[in-house]
């Protein structure tokens, strides 16, 4: 694992040691790590919704469409 030192101002480290104290994280370094997890999660999501948004349309939002989506999931959560 790589170490990076990072310069905090007296409010931020505070606020960083009392979300691991409040969290329960054994450390800042793990805050940070969850922290830098979650914008990774963040930006693949954004990126998925983008693709989403210009992707050409495949079939039509209609109660039709919902009604199919929602016969799926239950057969999935019985099986």
Do not use: C, H, W
């Not at 830098?36 to 930006?43: A, S």
């Not at 210009?54 to 999935?76: C, I, N």
């Amino acid at each position: 694992m790589s170490t990076m030192n990072i310069s905090l101002p007296e409010a931020l480290k505070a606020f960083v040691d009392e979300q691991v104290s409040n969290r329960g994280f054994g450390t800042s370094s793990e805050y940070v790590r969850e922290l830098i997890r979650r914008d990774q999660e963040r930006l693949q999501l954004r990126g998925l919704l983008l693709a989403g948004a210009t992707a050409p349309v495949a079939a039509e939002a209609d109660g039709a469409y919902f009604a199919s989506l929602r016969k799926q999931v239950g057969r999935r959560s019985r099986a």
